[in-house]
């Protein structure tokens, strides 16, 4: 889950520190006294004066300085120093091993803005990471994309991208080679039951839409939020206003595969359902917490929300609130189990940016979410053969939605009768 932060001055301090370090790498070990000359003041000559906390911060991180020294001088080739910095960065975070860490380059930190905007070069695909198993699985195939052209389906396991083999940890290197020129091939390979299938997918403009909704017979408003990115709760509005003035008395929220995102958004729309209230407690590594609350005032129409083992983050944080406070009942299977919160950071001057874990997040009980998810009121498992099947919007065909339906229904008529 993203999170926009208040930009904390000793954290930027420290990547500005690390920065300045790894820029300065082409000079020799026994020079660090030196290297942030005209950066920290003090200057005499060709040296400054730097505190000590200063200079053992750019001491520990010496032995890069050295490793660049000796490739620059015996590397059989003239080498990217970029690149170079680059997989610096990406190893200081891949050190945490938590695999919702990681560095941007400036093109990738430009790219997850541009898909954020809801279009973007790619293939058309969304994937959740088990980062227990290490298994990447299609969550969603996009409507008219090059994804649903070639024949990839929701429930393919992506095992390799290019010459990249798929895991949990490698997921965010495949998702940045699927984007990239429009026209151009990508080669990608799935695993569907037992067998290994090859695809060449070319990459186009792709078309999110993170909402669809529709009428349901019965006065029974159904309303599908596919991530929490984007215009998504600006359109969630409007798609639920247009069910109320279609005649909706009841409403399905369906999250199922949906992998989170924004807090802020997921924070607007439980708004709209939750009188004053708690949503979510954040609690950082200083023990120090932050809540998330309703304001006052809210729509009491009758709520089933759907999730299932793809229901991830944001969409954990909006269930277990509507949950807890019994404003829902909830559909589906055990969610996904990521209860952590990650800040979103521009990193340098060249556009790079990072995504740090920094806090975890309870639900308006006290209830922990990572690693364990979201428990069902009712619990309906998807049959196995509909896991991988594309529904249109509305099909109760769709076992979990037919489920979903009938307890809407059933809380119209106990509101009639009261």
Not at 75 to 80: F, G, K, L, M, T
Not at 118 to 136: L, R, S
Not at 349 to 370: D, F, S, W
């Amino acid at each position: 889950m993203n999170h926009t932060p208040k930009l904390l001055t000793k954290m930027l301090m420290l990547i500005l520190c690390v920065m300045l370090m790894l820029t300065s790498c082409s000079l020799l070990p026994t020079e660090l006294s030196e290297v942030v000359s005209g950066m920290f003041g003090g200057a005499s000559g060709d040296t400054v004066t730097i505190s000590r906390e200063e200079y053992d911060l750019l001491q520990e991180y010496k032995q890069l300085a050295e490793m660049m020294e000796i490739v620059d001088m015996y590397y059989y080739q003239e080498p990217d120093k970029q690149a170079m910095m680059d997989g610096a960065c990406t190893g200081l975070l891949y050190g945490l091993d938590d695999p919702y860490t990681y560095y941007y380059t400036p093109e990738d930190y430009a790219a997850m803005y541009e898909e954020d905007k809801g279009e973007y070069a790619g293939i058309g695909i969304q994937i959740m990471g088990n980062y227990v198993t290490g298994i990447c699985t299609i969550s969603r195939v996009f409507l008219d994309s090059p994804a649903m052209e070639v024949g990839l389906l929701k429930g393919d396991i992506l095992t390799k991208v290019e010459d990249i083999d798929v895991d949990a940890y490698t997921m965010q290197d495949a998702v940045d080679i699927m984007r990239g020129e429009i026209g151009k091939p990508v080669n990608i390979q799935v695993m569907r039951g037992d067998q290994l299938l090859d695809f060449v997918v070319t990459r186009q403009t792709v078309h999110v839409n993170w909402v669809n909704s529709i009428m349901l017979e019965g006065d029974v408003g159904y309303l599908s939020l596919y991530e929490f990115s984007g215009d998504c709760s600006a359109a969630f509005k409007q798609h639920y206003d247009k069910l109320l003035q279609s005649g909706a008395k009841a409403l399905i929220l369906d999250l199922r595969d949906n992998p989170g995102g924004w807090v802020d958004d997921a924070v607007k729309i439980g708004d709209i359902f939750l009188d004053e209230g708690v949503i979510a407690t954040l609690q950082y590594r200083d023990g120090s917490g932050e809540t998330y609350s309703s304001k006052k005032g809210a729509d009491t129409i009758p709520m089933v929300v759907l999730v299932n083992e793809n229901s991830a983050s944001a969409s954990e944080i909006l269930s277990g609130a509507l949950q807890d406070r019994d404003r829902a009942t909830i559909v589906g299977v055990q969610t996904y189990g990521k209860g952590v919160v990650q800040y979103v950071l521009p990193v340098g001057e060249e556009g790079a940016g990072m995504q740090l874990t920094v806090a975890q997040y309870y639900t308006p009980n006290g209830n922990e979410v990572h690693k364990i998810g979201i428990t069902p009121d009712v619990v309906v498992e998807m049959p196995e053969e509909q896991k991988s099947m594309f529904f249109e919007i509305g099909d109760l065909t769709d076992v979990q939605l037919n489920e979903a339906y009938r307890v809407a229904l059933d809380m119209l008529k106990d509101a009639q009768v009261e």
